[in-house]
């Protein structure tokens, strides 16, 4: 089986991503905030918002890792500069660290959302935070308007660019990255979504005939870890239930 870490594995997403890795016979190296659920092997808390926690981290992890599920992040509630510092920057900074570790044809997926269904129109946002480093955050948040309406789409939006054009960054290792994009999904977040967000995200769930389920997640990360998906590289998958295309055939 596969060494995989997982963040975000104390909840949501990542706990159902842990579980499903684990049955089917890989082994779970957990990394969260929160003390870890049931299925991890080994667990390393750490923030991912800090560039000495995230350094700590990854002295503290084995070599040959095979797969790096990063499932951490946090919704708009939080504030600004705490979002893109955990779901960009953070997400950036632990996976370019972490490649060092990683084992010949590993894979590297990142969750982003259907928030970021619209990064097409965010590239020069997107291109001016590449290099972004964790003390220029709140400096950027402020001169690129990233406030509580805007911030958690633009992270994601910036994940998604992040994967396509790291398509071959890590070839001369056999190492791919993807990135999977949930729609709305049953977790502890998905209240604060509709707090910041309201009529979109009620809208969206209108639109779906049912809310996904982390157990509608997991699997397609789980895919995307494997070697059966060797030749995907560099694209976003959307798990939604149909979302992503609905919005973009609604707006074009
Ligand atoms: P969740 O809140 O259940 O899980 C998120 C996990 O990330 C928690 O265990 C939390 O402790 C951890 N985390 C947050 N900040 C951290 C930090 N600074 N350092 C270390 N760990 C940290 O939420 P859920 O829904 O499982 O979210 C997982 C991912 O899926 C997130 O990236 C989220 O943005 C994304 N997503 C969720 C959707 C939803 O509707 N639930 C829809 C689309 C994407």
């Known amino acids: 089986g596969k060494t995989i870490v997982v ?16 049955r089917q016979g890989g082994t779970v ?10 299925a991890v092997d080994s667990f390393f808390q750490a923030d991912l918002s800090s560039r000495d926690s995230i350094d700590a981290l990854v002295a503290s992890l084995p070599h040959g890792i095979d797969g790096l599920a990063n499932i951490a992040g946090v919704p708009p509630t939080a504030p600004p500069e705490v979002v893109v510092a955990v779901n960009v920057v953070g997400l950036k900074y632990l996976t370019e660290k972490l490649v060092s570790k990683m084992s010949e044809n590993g894979a590297i997926v990142s969750i982003a959302s259907l928030a970021g269904v619209g990064w097409a129109d965010s590239v020069p946002q997107i291109r001016a935070a590449e290099g972004l480093e964790f003390d220029q955050i709140p400096d950027f948040c402020r001169e690129h308007d990233i406030d509580e309406q805007r911030s958690y789409f633009f992270s994601k939006e910036a994940v998604i660019v992040w994967t396509l054009q790291n398509r071959w960054t890590w070839r001369d290792r056999g190492i791919r990255i993807n990135a999977v994009s949930p729609g709305p999904v049953e977790t502890p977040i998905l209240a604060d979504f509709v707090k910041t967000l309201g009529a979109r995200v009620e ?38 239930g149909g979302m992503n295309s609905y919005i973009l055939s609604h707006k074009h």
């Open 203 to 240: 809208e969206d769930m209108r639109v779906m005939d049912r809310p996904g389920r982390p157990s509608d997640i997991a699997p397609v990360v789980a895919f995307l870890l494997s070697d059966g998906s060797r030749w995907i590289r560099g694209v976003n998958i959307p798990a939604d």
């Open 29 to 38: 190296i957990g990394v969260d905030r929160n003390p870890a659920g049931e």
């Open 7 to 22: 963040t975000g594995v104390s909840s949501g997403i990542g706990a159902e991503t842990a579980r499903t890795i684990k």
